[in-house]
């Protein structure tokens, strides 16, 4: 661990790097979205691109996080936002064109893309048929710029560990003749129709940097992929009929502490069209391998690498130095991420399920390792940066501790049902996005000890040399003449030899005056090599002053280039704090509103707490007062408590002295009873003696006798025909009452015809309750005597009475025991109605007899008289004559 803790702190310090700057500027990485078209069956966009920086994500209803109450829209900052609408050529230029440039400028460069499955990740790298990604342009590019300043084929070699070997072009030259490039068979690109045209770029363009002429470029391509956390080599040559499975490659770390794949072949490509040849095999491996090894293109990461070699020319700009050292590499790195979808959302078992997860896993590292960068700077924390728990940030851990410049590309998918992972994408984003990668210094390029321009000076030697002996040899063109080179005036000597007349001595003459040139152009070229030298140690000098002038200015520039970044850098700080303080202004405005509306709730509780305060004090008042209330009436409750225990006590006394009361009472009605039962038993004596007379006339015993005229004796009524009227209510039992007639017919209810029988004498018995509930048996009697109209009128001449008081107070006869017995039966049954028939009409104003009859005038004597009336019952009163 403590390895790893130092592989974060630990600068590299490449062998090309002898004058280092004292500290590296802080780069963040930069991070650009893409947005993607809506496909035709996909309807709902939740993302809208703001501005050039802005990209706003809002919630849809179905989503998760709606569901689960974040339902604003959020707002994402990056480097730039690409709408659905930008080009290719536009998202080269912004992201990919200044990745070029570096690798010219001995700088590495490493590219995401990153987004969820089907969000144009793919699309962005590779791009399609006629719309060439990134990485193809990348190629197209490279090349365009290093044209004629390409290294023949094999003068670079891999040399297994990272770095590169130089060879002369003789032996490369040889090895060449023994390669044969392998070309795409037509039938094998009509597999993949998708990558064979990809090529095709409208326009034939440069970077925008000097590349250095005198030096000589290679370039190797690469491709690997990342499956399960298994390294696989793309481009690995394996027999075609071979079984085996591929086989994963292991990483190391090489002389410069940088991390490589071990053994991963190195393609050198001489142009875009072999360069895409290899990535066009590896796209075809890959597909034989996802077959064998059951697994589909996005589960995986794929790498493609471009590596650009070059090496510094000779003096004579002809050939490579012939020094490993001198050889500069630097590279870029294109990484095609899988989708970065969790393994929840795509449902995926066994197999599927463990690739998402290992997917999952890489990225879950790569996430972390943002984090721990971020967090190393912004706290100034010294945290270990997990990159070797994954392959992924394994391979590229060089370029987090500031060996090369990392960006990314978002890509969103802008589909509603993807919201939720997008979100997870966006921040992601936002932590890679605020960590600062410490730049490592810059290799101030040594003189290489040549004079600039060799190449070009070659060129025109050899085109020269190539003129020279094309043209007429005595006028010599100075363009063809070699910079360098000291021509001595040609000597025609065709001239002397083709002639007829051949003069030794003037061709010896001649041949004196070309010594004497000789020795004159050699004192010449002496002194002019003199001059030469001269003047070279002074251009040197001169240069050497002039390349100190020219790394001050670099130095001043890169400072400026500093500057200008970190203004830029401020200026999207600026934007972004400015953006922050609005979202805060308006959040503070929310915030302010609500507040105003919890004062006003405050003040209107307040004023409820206020009313709520005063009730509560007029309930307390009238609490008081029902507590005073209470006391006092709980002192009453004492003394009425104290009263009833006096009444209580006076009650038992009273109780106490009733007892003693009734108890002698008791025994006075018992002396009475038994008094009363000799009496009982004596009167039944005589009433048995009453009944059953021996011979004695029959003498009713309750008879109140009036003082009417005695015609109606008990005698004379033997032998007379009575009609005795019983109304039904009559109670039985009253014999007692009943005078002992032989003749007689007993009727309920008189009818005329019963008058007009031979009966000459009525009785009516009558029974009614007195206001003391005793029974009053009265008995009248009359004689039926013919009217003058041919009707039928009764003269009372006799009223029988009796009731218990008037049979014991009036009739010491009377037994009281029988009387009362009746009577309270009497009472029980009903009450004393007289039944008359309506056809009594005829009977009514007779008068009769009271029983106090000591009246003398009519008023008095009729004062009672019987009534009937149809319909009503029949009963009697007391009348007056008027009422008669
Ligand atoms: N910017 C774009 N403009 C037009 N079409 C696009 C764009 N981005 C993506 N597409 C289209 O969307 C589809 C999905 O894109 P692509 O295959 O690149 O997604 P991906 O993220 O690489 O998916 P995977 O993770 O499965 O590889 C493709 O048909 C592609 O043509």
């Given at each position: ?64 996080a ?92 891999p ?14 030259r040889?090895?060449?003749g023994?390669f ?28 925008d ?14 491709y ?40 991963v ?57 012939q ?9 870029l ?14 449902g ?7 690739e ?114 094309q ?55 002496k ?263 041919g ?52 009977l009514?104003?007779?008068s ?36 008669l």
């Amino acid at each position: 661990m403590s390895q790893l803790g130092n592989l974060q702190t630990r600068r590299r310090v490449s062998p090309q790097t002898s004058e280092m700057d004292q500290e590296g500027p802080a780069d963040p990485v930069e991070v650009y979205c893409r947005v993607r078209p809506l496909n035709e069956d996909e309807d709902e966009s939740c993302c809208k691109v703001l501005s050039d920086q802005i990209l706003q994500i809002t919630p849809p209803d179905t989503s998760l996080a709606f569901r689960t109450g974040h339902r604003n829209a959020t707002q994402h900052t990056f480097q730039y936002v690409f709408n659905e609408a930008t080009g290719q050529r536009e998202v080269f230029d912004r992201v990919s064109m200044p990745l070029v440039r570096d690798l010219f400028c001995s700088k590495n460069g490493l590219l995401f893309t990153y987004g969820i499955t089907n969000s144009g990740k793919t699309y962005t790298m590779s791009g399609e048929p006629d719309n060439a990604g990134i990485l193809p342009r990348c190629l197209d590019i490279i090349f365009n710029s290093i044209a004629e300043l390409q290294a023949p084929r094999f003068v670079f070699k891999p040399d297994k560990t990272n770095g590169f070997e130089v060879q002369s072009e003789g032996d490369a030259r040889v090895e060449a003749g023994k390669f044969k490039p392998k070309k795409i068979s037509a039938k094998a690109r009509s597999e993949m129709p998708e990558y064979s045209d990809i090529l095709r770029l409208p326009e034939v363009r440069k970077v925008d940097c000097t590349v250095d002429e005198d030096c000589s470029y290679s370039v190797f391509v690469s491709y690997v992929e990342i499956y399960n956390n298994y390294v696989f080599d793309l481009l690995e040559d394996i027999p075609a009929d071979s079984k085996k499975p591929p086989q994963s490659k292991g990483m190391r770390e090489d002389a410069r502490r940088q991390m490589y794949i071990s053994g991963v072949t190195e393609v050198e490509v001489k142009s875009t069209e072999e360069a895409y040849e290899a990535l066009w095999r590896g796209q075809r491996r890959r597909r034989v391998g996802h077959t064998q090894l059951n697994h589909e293109s996005s589960r995986s990461h794929s790498i493609f690498t471009i590596r650009l070699v070059s090496a510094p020319l000779d003096s004579s700009g002809e050939e490579v130095v012939q020094d490993k050292g001198r050889v500069v590499m630097t590279q870029l790195s294109l990484v095609d991420l899988a989708g970065s979808e969790r393994a929840t959302r795509t449902g995926n078992q066994g197999n599927r399920l463990r690739e998402a997860n290992n997917i999952n896993a890489n990225l879950m590292v790569l996430r972390t390792c943002m984090e721990t960068l971020r967090d190393n700077q912004g706290n100034a924390a010294n945290k270990i940066v997990p990159y070797r728990d994954a392959k992924l940030t394994h391979l590229f851990k060089n370029y987090f501790d500031g060996d090369g410049k990392v960006k990314m590309v978002v890509c969103v998918s802008p589909r509603s049902e993807d919201y939720d992972e997008t979100i997870h994408v966006m921040r992601f984003a936002e932590v890679t996005q605020e960590v600062q990668i410490q730049v490592e210094k810059q290799p101030t390029k040594l003189p290489v000890g040549y004079t600039p321009g060799r190449r070009r000076a070659n060129l025109l030697y050899k085109a020269a040399l190539k003129g020279g002996r094309q043209e007429d040899c005595d006028e010599p063109t100075s363009s063809a003449v070699h910079p360098y080179h000291l021509a001595l005036p040609l000597l025609c000597v065709d001239k002397f030899l083709g002639s007829d007349s051949l003069n030794y001595t003037e061709f010896r003459v001649h041949l004196e005056d070309r010594a004497e040139t000789r020795q004159r152009l050699l004192e010449e070229s002496k002194r002019k090599e003199t001059e030469v030298r001269s003047m070279i140690v002074s251009m040197s000098a001169d240069n050497d002053a002039l390349k100190a002038r020219v790394a001050a200015l670099e130095s001043q520039l890169r400072k400026q280039d500093r500057l200008a970044k970190d203004n830029q850098d401020l200026g999207v700080l600026v934007k972004r704090k400015d953006q922050e303080l609005q979202h805060s202004a308006q959040h503070r405005d929310k915030l302010q509103k609500s507040l105003s509306s919890k004062t006003a709730e405050a003040l209107h509780l307040q004023l409820q707490v206020d009313t709520v305060m005063k009730k509560n004090a007029n309930l307390e008042r009238a609490l008081d007062a029902f507590r005073s209330d209470h006391c006092d009436l709980e002192k009453e409750m004492v003394q009425s408590k104290e009263i009833a225990r006096k009444e209580q006590k006076e009650k038992e006394k009273i109780k106490k002295t009733m007892k003693g009361f009734v108890h002698s009472e008791k025994e006075k009605f018992e002396k009475l009873a038994k008094e009363k039962r000799t009496q009982d038993q004596k009167l039944q004596q005589v009433m048995r003696m009453v009944q059953h007379p021996p011979t004695a006339p029959d003498r009713t015993p309750l008879t109140e006798t009036d003082n009417l005229p005695t015609h109606g004796g008990r005698k004379r009524s033997i032998s007379e025909n009575w009609l005795n009227h019983r109304p039904t209510t009559t109670l039985e039992g009253a014999t007692v009452l009943q005078p002992n007639i032989k003749k007689k017919k007993t009727i309920t209810t008189p009818k005329p015809k019963h008058f007009k029988d031979k009966h000459s004498k009525y009785m009516l018995t009558h029974q009614e309750l007195d206001v003391k509930g005793r029974t009053k048996t009265k008995l009248f009697k009359g004689d039926i005597l013919e009217s003058r109209g041919g009707g039928h009128s009764v003269r009372f001449t006799n009223i029988e009475s009796l009731d218990t008081q008037s049979m014991s107070s009036e009739n010491g006869q009377n037994n009281p025991t029988t009387s009362s017995r009746r009577s309270a039966r009497l009472a029980k049954k009903s009450s004393p109605t007289l039944s008359v028939s309506s056809s009594m009409g005829s009977l009514s104003g007779v008068s009769s007899l009271s029983e106090e009859a000591e009246h003398t005038d009519v008023e008095t004597r009729c004062a009672v008289g019987i009534m009937g009336k149809p319909g009503a019952p029949p009963g009697y009163c007391h009348m007056t004559t008027t009422d008669l």
